[in-house]
């Protein structure tokens, strides 16, 4: 069996909630985090499908977010099966919805392995920046991370593996974790490219709810959260889109 095949398996587990007792591949939340508040996160947003909320994301200008390609990618879904809720520290109340008008997803996206998970998606009607509402900081194209940098993950979800949710923006520390020591921690899960990020240690990480979300180091957003094996376990980094490798394509649909 390929390494994506088994990727693949281990996804669908999360349907089911097991594979005969095999720790499942999640989407994504915050866990071992604190309560923190939308001024000290005012790039965050709630994705929302059909009024729900399903993942975190970015604000990228007025009239843009970012987030994970598989938090938008669903069969005969429309752009306007979702919404953002912005500048605000509550997941379903305060700040305000916007409608989503257009979805762009990297065309090389694969929805079974996860490749290129990122997505561009342009607001029904621009919004006005405030103490709540700021555009996030794009990296160089050129940018480099440290490993063992710390970054900050934020978002709404779970506490823990298969936890209950939280109404309440959390916010976590995690350290980045090299691409080496990622692919070999997922060599019988999955691939581990060059335009990938791994961040996270036992008891800290992303986790379900949180997918699309973004990791940040000194105001810049370095990743979006993709994937993992499990939520915060020993050994076991969450996966990012790298952002600094797609940076054409988010400056495109921007």
Known sequence: MSKTRVVVVLWLCTVVTSC????????????GGSDTRIEKHPYQISLRKSGSH???????????????????????SEPADFSVRIGSTYRNEGGKLVAISKINIHPEYDDWSLECD?????????????????PITLPKKDFRIAEGTIASIAG??????????????????????SNKACSR?????????????CAGAAGIDACQGDSGGPLVVKGVLV????WGY????????????????FLDFIKYHM
Do not use: M
């Open 230 to 245: 499990g939520c915060a376990f020993n050994g076991y980094p969450t996966v990012y889109t790298r952002v600094s490798e």
């Open 118 to 134: 990122i997505a561009v998606l342009k607001l029904a009607k621009s919004v006005s920046f405030d103490s709540t509402i700021k």
């Open 223 to 226: 990743g979006i959260v993709s």
């Open 185 to 197: 921690a997922y060599e019988n899960f999955g691939a581990v490219y060059s335009y990938h990020l």
């Open 20 to 31: 005969f007792g095999a720790v499942p591949r999640v989407q994504f939340r915050i866990v």
């Open 54 to 76: 399903t993942c975190g994301g970015s604000i990228l200008n007025a009239n843009h977010v970012l987030t994970a390609a598989h938090c938008v990618h669903y069969p005969h």
């Open 156 to 177: 709404w979800g779970g506490l823990h593996f298969q936890g209950p949710s939280t109404s309440h923006l959390q916010q976590v520390s995690v350290p980045i974790v």
